[in-house]
C-alpha cells in the first residue's frame, strides 16, 4: 500500500512522527464500510507513525454530515479519538491553527498552497 510505505519512509527518514492530513473534496462519494474499514486500519495500523492526525470532510450536504457522524463514530469506537491524536473537521482552514501549533509555521500558508495545488477547497 503505497500511503502506508510513504507514512513509514517519512518516519525513518526523519526520525520524527508526522502530523498527517487526509481530506474527502466536496463532491466525493460516501465510501463504503470496506472502504472505511480500510481506512481506520491503516490509521491504527500505523499509529506509531502519526503524533496528530486531522481528517478534513469538506462538503455541506446531507451525506457529508451523515459522513462526519459515522466516521467520528468510528474514531471512538476504535479508540483513535483519544488523547487528541484525532481530530475531525469540516473544513480545511479549520485545521489552520492545529498545523501552526505543531509544525511552528504558519498553518493558514499551508492550507493556502494546498488550495493552489487543488487537494482542498
Avoid: W
Avoid at 510505505?5 to 508526522?18: G, I, T, V
Avoid at 487526509?22 to 491504527?44: C, D, Q, W
Amino acid at each position: 500500500m503505497v500511503v502506508a510505505s510513504r507514512f513509514r519512509e517519512a518516519y525513518e527518514k526523519n526520525r520524527q512522527q508526522l502530523c498527517a492530513v487526509i481530506t474527502t473534496a466536496p463532491k466525493a462519494r460516501v465510501p463504503n464500510s470496506e472502504e472505511r474499514k480500510g481506512l481506520f486500519k491503516l490509521l491504527e495500523d500505523h499509529r506509531k507513525y502519526i503524533c496528530e492526525l486531522h481528517l478534513v470532510m469538506e462538503g455541506n450536504e446531507l451525506q457529508h454530515n451523515l459522513q462526519r457522524i459515522i466516521a467520528s463514530a468510528q474514531l471512538i469506537v476504535t479508540r483513535i479519538y483519544d488523547n487528541n491524536y484525532a481530530r475531525l473537521h469540516k473544513r480545511a482552514d479549520d485545521i489552520a491553527p492545529f498545523l501552526t501549533n505543531r509544525l511552528k509555521v504558519d498553518g493558514n500558508r499551508i492550507i493556502s498552497d494546498a488550495r493552489l495545488l487543488g487537494l482542498v477547497a
